[in-house]
């Protein structure tokens, strides 16, 4: 069954330090997206992704955020400049469609800002 | 404003029991709906979903309720096994670029 693939599955990093989380789609996908999710809490929307743009953002994704697909197969989350307050899971996850079943998520990366 | 929320954060049954998640939602606009179920250190996994011009759906030992009246939705899952404990997260989409909303999420716990 076609996954979504994130690497690395955990990163620790110091606080004002740049990370990059990467994801790999399932490869018929067109639509991708970042959500997170802060220990013990709900699964949060960050951003989705459409035709090389961003399609949506929620208000977390600010300035210090950014995606990007690189080449045809990857698609990253850049954070700057990590807070404390950035810990948490971070899923990729890819679509068929806007609206259609198959929203397929990947295993996360846990960030850790220390 | 856009929500998704839960009415019981836990829930604990025995072997071969039924059990019910509930989750409450605020926009009237949804479009569809759909149940994750989240192991320990992994993401959501696809269980079902439903849209907005359907009240009910069947899947292997799930069914999913949905009442647009009360803004109700719900997660039956029939024999419950040990293997279904888990988060359980009801999330909606529909009325943004692909955006999932979540719930807060319920802990199934089945025990032997």
């Known amino acids: 069954e076609p996954e979504v693939t994130q690497t690395p599955s955990h990163q620790v990093t110091q606080m004002g330090q740049e990370v990059i989380l990467r994801c790999v789609p399932i490869?018929?996908?067109?639509?991708f997206y970042w959500y997170r999710q802060i220990l013990g809490q709900k699964v949060e929307f960050l951003v989705s992704?459409?035709?090389?743009?961003?399609?949506?953002k929620s208000e977390i994704f600010d300035d210090q955020f950014s995606v990007e697909r690189p080449d045809g197969s990857n698609f990253t989350l850049k954070i700057r400049s990590t807070k404390l307050e950035d810990s948490a899971m971070y899923f990729c996850a890819s679509s068929e469609g806007v609206r259609v079943t198959g929203y397929t998520f990947g295993s996360g990366t846990r960030l850790t800002v220390v | 404003g856009e929500s998704v929320g839960l009415h019981l954060p836990t829930l604990s049954v025995q072997e071969g029991d039924n059990s019910i998640i509930n989750c409450a939602y605020s926009n009237s606009a949804s479009d569809y709906f759909i149940w994750y179920k989240q192991e320990s250190g992994k993401g959501p996994q696809f269980i079902i979903d439903?849209?907005?011009?359907?009240d009910k759906r069947q899947g292997q030992r799930v069914t999913v309720l949905l009442n647009k009246t009360v803004k109700h939705l719900s997660l039956q899952i029939a024999a419950t096994q040990p293997g279904d404990s888990a988060v359980y997260f009801c999330a909606h989409g529909g009325t943004s670029y692909g955006k999932l909303t979540f719930g807060q999420g319920t802990i199934l716990t089945v025990h032997p």
């Open positions: 992704f459409y035709n090389n743009e961003i399609s949506e």
């Open positions: 490869s018929n996908h067109l639509y």
């Open positions: 439903i849209r907005s011009n359907m």
